[in-house]
Nanobody
Framework: QVQLQESGPGLVKPSQTLSLTCTVSGGSITTKYHSWRWIRQPPGKGLEWIGYLIYSGNTYYSPSLNSRTSISRDTSKNQFTLQMSSVTPEDTAVYYC????????????WGQGTQVTVSS
């Protein structure tokens, strides 16, 4: 069974960069045709897709967040990391990592989520 665990600071100051890491166990982020996503849920709102990493290392981002979002990976640690620059209080949310996703049938798992608050 795949397990995902988010880690990172729970409080970030406005204009700074948010950095969260997702550690995956029970599966590999390099498995062919699989992708892995970052998703968030602001308070009182629905889920919002942030971006995703595919097995080859390519990344794709939500158009609304593309200019200040980056996803990278460390295959030796089976981790992928979200960085979001120039954060504002509107970036306050519970952040989740999830995967694997695939065009083929695959069971997808979610991390428990981590609360990130943007405040001075």
């Amino acid at each position: 069974q795949v397990q995902l665990q988010e880690s990172g600071p729970g409080l970030v100051k406005p204009s700074q960069t948010l950095s969260l890491t997702c550690t995956v166990s029970g599966g590999s982020i390099t498995t062919k045709y699989h992708s892995w996503r970052w998703i968030r849920q602001p308070p009182g709102k629905g889920l919002e897709w942030i971006g995703y990493l595919i097995y080859s290392g390519n990344t794709y981002y939500s158009p609304s967040l593309n200019s200040r979002t980056s996803i990278s990976r460390d295959t030796s640690k089976n981790q992928f990391t979200l960085q979001m620059s120039s954060v504002t209080p509107e970036d306050t949310a519970v952040y989740y990592c999830a995967g694997p996703f695939s065009d083929y049938e695959v069971e997808t798992y979610w991390g428990q989520g981590t609360q990130v608050t943007v405040s001075s």
